[in-house]
């Protein structure tokens, strides 16, 4: 089926005027289809000109131009043409569509704990033919008009405010103008819970399994809710537009959540079955405000083209964590973005796949979602945090406003935002512009300071890179404790191509440490004088400000990546000042990528070794006696994921049994256990059994296939293998990325060897199952652990292959970047 393509699309565009959608919903035809009657009013700018409507249906049934029948069987892949248009149009269609268990269209789940249905729509880039014929272009805005027909005792949620008129039939006000990709419906037995704030009415929404967790998060997501609503009605002119404000927490979903005008839509983990940390609590706070900020950016005001799609989410990126910041009690929020976020942003940025935040030539809708990445969200919530640091708060916004009050219900790109933010600021925006969103790759920048003596003579920031930048620059001392205390901090512009002196410190007392972005207001690198590296290293956890901490060990990190760190020596600092951390985000942020980035860059005698240091850590934290609820379970999971040896496998059995620290293990650190236990043999299929039906719910469910998966028997891996690489796609999304999840935690260097192979020969074929498919083999089956020559030799011979698809080449490229690099740092 032919993707749409950039040209098309303007064509389409130009020629078009669509007014507006009508989709009535049949939901009670069974398990596999639904039905969907469509009604499309569009205006044409010439009359006798043809074009072509997208639909990907299992059977179309009818179609009317103007009064005339269309034959179904003209229906071309996913394109039907239109000819003879009118100046006013009416297109109706009458389908059956598909159901979907990858989370794409119209996903539809059966819950394992009490046989319930549910039902709820995703239309990103591309899937909206999924749910109903339309023409599918961001820039093709228009009112929906939705109704659905559905089981009785169900309830129906959708983008416009909505009722039951009948037993089972809903109807819903029409939307204002918003795009294909901005549809959904949820539908099912749901719990809710409602709410008012400010005139706006406020909903929450999960499955009926999980309403004690609805009910017990409910105080705090509307609290987050009404933070966000208030801060953000403060920094725009426009008052949030959608009427009602639903958020439905939905499972087997792909992402994090979906910004839809009116229901947004999230992953029900943000429900938190299980104890969450504070990192998790200050993440979900971070990603609603995140989606409610697209009621802004992406959804009253719409990308035109989908290269562009940093308007939508690095937008929503930074105002997610600056409100939360501001506005919540998760003050602390930019600390997860410099430990965490950011990180994935300069992975991304640094492999041979990066591109520019803006503008990128994207030139089909295949491509889109390559770009859904570390560069459009974290690296253009750093430019943009880097552009309000250079042109101040009321300058943005008031550019902001202006972009929003001339682009309302519409769409845009960034020469046009460029434009309002020249002139409300005065300032050379589309120079910055040219600099910061139009390349790719990171900056470095590195201090170089000559002393004599306790004396600094002179001190330099040298920039390895093509932009400017403004950061802090801050100076610290060593207190009789030992402990490094700011003694200032100073704004530095520096302009790329030549050193930047630091006339403040010529002369003064040499510092215990100097730390270029302090504050962490610009997207680059840093690299330290040896004798700050020195303090870092003994004195890290003594550093009072956590975002401190936090840039300091993204710094570890990044030279441990690019090989100027051995992963030994970061092992030692994480040794020495981890166990003394108080925030759970950089706890576990450390040890996620000790466990999943650093140990593959070991040979398996030293990443057994690592492992049992990791499991030190982790214990020295636990038998902290003033650690929070956030620290204990940070660390109980990575004492799980790391337990070696015999003694340690009968810690978590007696875990299972009785708990761990005077607590029962939640669901999803019991199946962290089950699952390392599974993988070192010591349980079989038969105690996995059993542990699933006695929780039968998402998390059982998708944790016993993890650790069927990791069983390390040959007959094991081949019935997971045959799961995985099932043509009919038996498994759903999640199952898939829980079976991939568990596969290479076993097995004999033998069976493993095999397999690589295997690997690299059936990948291509992933291609054939949908982007969602192909994107979970590539990246949760990847065998990053083999960090080899010769794997890294059956990647790039799989890359060379001219026949993957766009999705599948983009994810295997950027894994093979990450095996090549473990590979050079194993040596």
Request: charged share 25%.
């Given at each position: 089926m032919p993707a749409l393509q950039r040209t098309e699309a303007r064509t389409r565009a130009q020629l078009l005027q669509v007014h507006g959608y009508a989709i009535d919903l049949d939901l009670t035809r069974g398990e596999t289809v639904f039905g969907c009657t469509t009604v499309i009013r569009f205006g044409s700018a010439e009359t006798g000109a043809g074009t072509f409507l997208d639909l990907r249906p299992q059977t179309l049934h009818r179609a009317v131009l103007n009064g005339t029948e269309l034959d179904p069987a003209a229906l071309d892949g996913n394109r039907l043409q239109l000819t003879g248009l009118l100046a006013e149009n009416?297109?109706?269609?009458?389908?059956?569509?598909?159901?979907?268990?990858?989370?794409?269209?119209?996903?539809?789940?059966?819950?394992?704990?009490?046989?319930?249905?549910?039902?709820?729509?995703?239309?990103?880039?591309?899937?909206?033919?999924?749910?109903?014929?339309?023409?599918?272009?961001?820039?093709?805005?228009?009112?929906?008009?939705?109704?659905?027909?559905?089981?009785?005792?169900?309830?129906?949620?959708?983008?416009?405010?909505?009722?039951?008129?009948?037993?089972?039939?809903?109807?819903?006000?029409?939307?204002?103008?918003?795009?294909?990709y901005l549809f959904t419906v949820v539908?099912?037995?749901?719990?809710?819970?409602?709410?008012?704030?400010?005139?706006?009415?406020?909903?929450?929404?999960?499955?009926?399994?999980?309403?004690?967790?609805?009910?017990?998060?409910?105080?705090?997501?509307?609290?987050?809710?009404?933070?966000?609503?208030?801060?953000?009605?403060?920094?725009?002119?426009?008052?949030?537009?959608?009427?009602?404000?639903?958020?439905?927490?939905?499972p087997e979903f792909n992402w994090g959540?979906?910004?839809?005008?009116?229901?947004?839509?999230?992953?029900?983990?943000?429900?938190?079955?299980?104890?969450?940390?504070?990192?998790?609590?200050?993440?979900?706070?971070?990603?609603?405000?995140?989606?409610?900020?697209?009621?802004?950016?992406?959804?009253?005001?719409?990308?035109?083209?989908?290269?562009?799609?940093?308007?939508?989410?690095?937008?929503?990126?930074?105002?997610?964590?600056?409100?939360?910041?501001?506005?919540?009690?998760?003050?602390?929020?930019?600390?997860?973005?410099?430990?965490?976020?950011?990180?994935?942003?300069?992975?991304?940025?640094?492999?041979?796949?990066?591109?520019?935040?803006?503008?990128?030539?994207?030139?089909?809708?295949?491509?889109?979602?390559?770009?859904?990445?570390?560069?459009?969200?974290?690296?253009?919530?750093?430019?943009?945090?880097?552009?309000?640091?250079?042109?101040?708060?009321?300058?943005?916004?008031?550019?902001?406003?202006?972009?929003?009050?001339?682009?309302?219900?519409?769409?845009?790109?960034?020469?046009?935002?460029?434009?309002?933010?020249?002139?409300?600021?005065?300032?050379?925006?589309?120079?910055?512009?040219?600099?910061?969103?139009?390349?790719?790759?990171?900056?470095?920048?590195?201090?170089?300071?000559?002393?004599?003596?306790?004396?600094?003579?002179?001190?330099?920031?040298?920039?390895?890179?093509?932009?400017?930048?403004?950061?802090?620059?801050?100076?610290?001392?060593?207190?009789?404790?030992?402990?490094?205390?700011?003694?200032?901090?100073?704004?530095?512009?520096?302009?790329?191509?030549?050193?930047?002196?630091?006339?403040?410190?010529?002369?003064?007392?040499?510092?215990?440490?100097?730390?270029?972005?302090?504050?962490?207001?610009?997207?680059?690198?840093?690299?330290?004088?040896?004798?700050?590296?020195?303090?870092?290293?003994?004195?890290?956890?003594?550093?009072?400000?956590?975002?401190?901490?936090?840039?300091?060990?993204?710094?570890?990190?990044?030279?441990?990546?690019?090989?100027?760190?051995?992963?030994?020596?970061?092992?030692?600092?994480?040794?020495?000042?981890?166990?003394?951390?108080?925030?759970?985000?950089?706890?576990?942020?450390v040890l996620t990528y000790s466990r999943l980035r650093l140990l593959p860059c070991l040979a398996p005698a030293e990443r057994s070794a690592a492992e049992a240091r990791l499991a030190t850590v982790a214990r020295e934290l636990l038998a902290r006696p003033e650690a929070d609820q956030g620290l204990r379970l940070a660390a109980l999971k990575s004492a799980i994921e790391n337990a070696t040896g015999p003694g340690q496998l009968t810690e978590l059995e007696h875990w299972l049994a009785d708990g761990a620290h005077g607590a029962e293990l939640s669901a999803s650190l019991r199946w962290a256990a089950l699952l390392r236990l599974a993988a070192q043999g010591v349980i079989g299929e038969e105690r996995i059994a059993v542990e699933l039906a006695a929780d039968p719910g998402l998390t059982a469910a998708e944790g016993a296939a993890r650790a069927r998966a990791a069983l390390p028997g040959a007959e094991d891996k081949a019935r997971a293998w045959a799961l995985l690489f099932d043509p009919a796609g038996g498994l759903s999304n999640a199952q898939l990325n829980a079976t991939a999840q568990g596969f290479w935690q076993s097995g004999s260097e033998q069976l493993q060897s095999a397999y690589l192979e295997r690997y690299f020969a059936e990948i291509p074929s992933a291609g054939k199952r949908g982007d969602i498919t192909a994107r979970l083999l590539a990246s949760s089956l990847f065998p990053a652990g083999r960090s080899t020559p010769e794997a890294v030799a059956l990647a790039e011979r799989t890359l060379a292959d001219g026949e993957l698809s766009p999705v599948l080449r983009r994810v295997l490229a950027d894994q093979l970047d990450d095996l090549a690099r473990a590979a050079r740092i194993r040596g």
């Open positions: 009416e297109l109706l269609l009458e389908t059956d569509q598909n159901y979907s268990s990858t989370g794409e269209g119209l996903h539809r789940y059966t819950d394992p704990a009490d046989g319930e249905v549910y039902l709820y729509a995703t239309c990103g880039p591309d899937l909206a033919p999924l749910v109903f014929p339309c023409f599918d272009q961001p820039d093709l805005k228009a009112p929906l008009t939705i109704a659905a027909t559905a089981p009785a005792g169900w309830t129906v949620l959708g983008n416009g405010a909505g009722k039951q008129v009948a037993e089972g039939r809903w109807e819903f006000e029409p939307t204002l103008p918003i795009s294909t539908a099912g037995p749901l719990h809710s819970v409602y709410a008012e704030h400010d005139g706006i009415p406020l909903g929450l929404h999960g499955r009926r399994a999980l309403a004690a967790d609805l009910d017990r998060e409910a105080a705090e997501l509307f609290e987050v809710t009404r933070a966000s609503l208030d801060r953000l009605h403060e920094l725009f002119d426009q008052r949030y537009p959608f009427g009602r404000y639903e958020q439905a927490f939905v959540a979906m910004e839809n005008p009116g229901c947004v839509v999230f992953a029900e983990e943000m429900l938190f079955h299980s104890a969450p940390t504070e990192a998790e609590r200050t993440s979900r706070a971070m990603v609603v405000a995140h989606e409610m900020a697209h009621m802004w950016f992406g959804d009253l005001v719409t990308l035109r083209w989908w290269d562009d799609i940093w308007l939508n989410e690095s937008f929503a990126e930074y105002l997610g964590f600056r409100v939360a910041a501001e506005a919540t009690r998760f003050t602390n929020s930019w600390s997860g973005f410099a430990v965490k976020r950011k990180g994935w942003g300069y992975d991304a940025d640094q492999r041979a796949s990066t591109h520019p935040i803006a503008a990128n030539g994207l030139e089909s809708v295949a491509e889109a979602m390559s770009n859904f990445d570390g560069i459009s969200y974290a690296k253009g919530a750093a430019a943009l945090r880097q552009l309000v640091a250079w042109l101040g708060d009321e300058a943005f916004f008031a550019g902001i406003n202006e972009h929003f009050a001339r682009h309302r219900f519409g769409n845009a790109e960034l020469s046009e935002f460029l434009e309002v933010l020249a002139q409300s600021s005065g300032r050379d925006v589309h120079g910055w512009a040219e600099s910061w969103l139009r390349t790719s790759g990171v900056d470095t920048l590195r201090l170089a300071v000559e002393h004599d003596g306790d004396r600094i003579v002179s001190a330099e920031l040298v920039p390895d890179g093509s932009r400017p930048h403004l950061v802090g620059l801050g100076v610290f001392d060593l207190d009789a404790d030992g402990r490094p205390v700011l003694r200032e901090s100073f704004e530095v512009e520096v302009e790329p191509g030549r050193p930047t002196a630091l006339p403040q410190l010529s002369g003064a007392p040499r510092p215990a440490l100097l730390l270029p972005n302090f504050g962490d207001l610009s997207w680059a690198k840093i690299r330290l004088d040896e004798h700050s590296w020195l303090t870092v290293s003994s004195s890290l956890s003594l550093i009072e400000d956590p975002l401190t901490r936090a840039v300091l060990w993204e710094h570890a990190r990044d030279l441990t990546r690019d090989g100027e760190l051995p992963p030994a020596a970061y092992l030692d600092l994480v040794a020495a000042h981890l166990p003394g951390e108080p925030v759970d985000a950089i706890v576990e942020a």
